[in-house]
């Protein structure tokens, strides 16, 4: 039998264990009190079984620790698939265990962030997902660090990353959903355009797209079951490491492109930091003011803001292709022309607070000549004082 149609029937068996596992996790979640009770910053209205990542858990592990060594026999570089993946999966169990420990009783978030540095640990010191060269976009020189340093970058790498993948989860199918596009990009990218990369990366990812497409229907609203911890914080962590080998590719776009795929979670995790900071919070303190809480405060039904946010993780992926077919002019004004667009859309949002509106307050500045006497008439009085 040829390799790709193995392949394709692990994809399968992948996509179906998963959607089997879930109903059976479900009943776990309920007899285990792995459950989401309704509170002010929730959405449901009814206790929601957690822990639903499990399922994405146990098919992930067993598709690339049993199915996928059966049909690759193959070594690249010296190396098994099986060697290649069983430190990622140990990790990433770690991150599993602690999401599910905190599903049941809540751990505090030092605990919580004391999990995640032990599986990027984990990473650093058993494989070769570092953070240990980084291209200058746009014709910048290649930059390599001191191993101190890229112990440092790939722990903050992945740390950063499966937290802001966490922090979007708070709609139905929303992490599962944006997780399923980024991912696509990010295998399709792997394959097509980074170079010294291998063939593992790319079966590995669409192994984890596979797993989560099983938990999706159950989880797509109206919900039955959420990832909870277990899965957001498993899925986050998968795709900070597996971004790595991007980040530290010799072609400048490769270094983009994984930031531009993760521009959901990255962007809504910036700005919050930033508006908390501003608005004299602490940066890790909750708010009601992200994106997909911004959408359904202007009146969009919960599937309406799902999609929107779908939509402009699509967006953010089309970009991400686009980078890597352009010239260093073309790459740059798409740069320019995203930043332009991404700002309009935050505070046509109101996401940075009501009335910061920086660039909106330029543009009238510019093509208003009311306002522009009424900002140089106070900027005088204010001197004048």
Avoid: C
């Avoid at 989401?36 to 067993?62: C, E, H, Q, Y």
């Avoid at 499966?162 to 139905?172: E, H, M, P, Q, S």
């Avoid at 994984?258 to 608005?279: E, F, H, K």
């Amino acid at each position: 039998m040829p390799l790709t149609l193995k392949y394709v029937l692990v994809l399968i068996a992948t996509f179906l264990l998963s959607l089997v596992l879930t109903p059976l996790v479900r009943f776990l979640s309920f007899r285990i009190g792995a459950v989401d009770k309704p509170n002010a910053r929730r959405i449901n209205k009814v206790p929601m079984p957690s822990a639903g990542g499990l399922a994405i858990v146990i098919s992930f592990t067993l598709s690339t620790l049993v199915f996928m060594p059966m049909i690759l026999k193959t070594h690249i570089w010296g190396q098994s698939y099986f060697d290649y993946i069983l430190p990622v999966v140990l990790g990433s169990l770690v991150i599993a265990v602690t999401g599910f420990i905190d599903d049941i009783y809540e751990l505090s978030a030092r605990l919580k962030l004391l999990g995640i540095l032990i599986g990027a640990v984990l990473i650093w010191f058993l494989t070769d997902f570092r953070f240990d060269s980084f291209k200058i976009p746009f014709g910048g020189p290649m930059l390599h660090f001191d191993p101190w340093l890229s112990f440092l970058l790939t722990i903050l790498w992945v740390v950063a990353i499966t937290n802001a993948v966490n922090l979007i989860d708070g709609l139905d199918g929303l992490v599962s959903g944006v997780s399923i596009i980024s991912l696509t990009t990010m295998g399709l990218i792997s394959y097509f355009f980074l170079f010294g990369t291998d063939i593992f990366l790319t079966m590995t990812i669409f192994v984890l797209i596979f797993a989560i497409a099983g938990f999706f229907p159950y989880n797509y609203h109206p919900a039955i079951i959420y990832l909870g911890d277990t899965g957001a914080l498993f899925i986050g962590f998968l795709i900070a490491v597996l971004s790595l080998q991007g980040l530290k590719n010799a072609t400048a776009v490769a270094v983009v492109t994984p930031i531009i795929v993760l521009g959901v979670p990255i962007v809504d995790t910036a700005v919050a930091i930033i508006r908390r900071t501003l608005s004299g919070k602490k940066f890790y303190e909750p708010d009601n003011m992200h994106l997909h809480h911004r959408l359904l405060a202007l009146g969009f039904t919960h599937r309406g803001a799902v999609l929107v946010v779908y939509g402009i993780a699509m967006f953010f992926s089309l970009v991400s292709l686009l980078l890597n077919v352009s010239s260093r002019l073309g790459g740059i004004l798409l740069m320019a022309g995203v930043a332009f667009a991404l700002e309009i859309f935050i505070e046509s949002l109101e996401i940075w607070g009501p009335k910061r509106t920086p660039l909106f307050k330029l543009l009238a500045f510019i093509g208003n000549s009311d306002y522009r006497q009424e900002v140089i008439t106070k900027y005088r009085k204010k001197n004048k004082k």
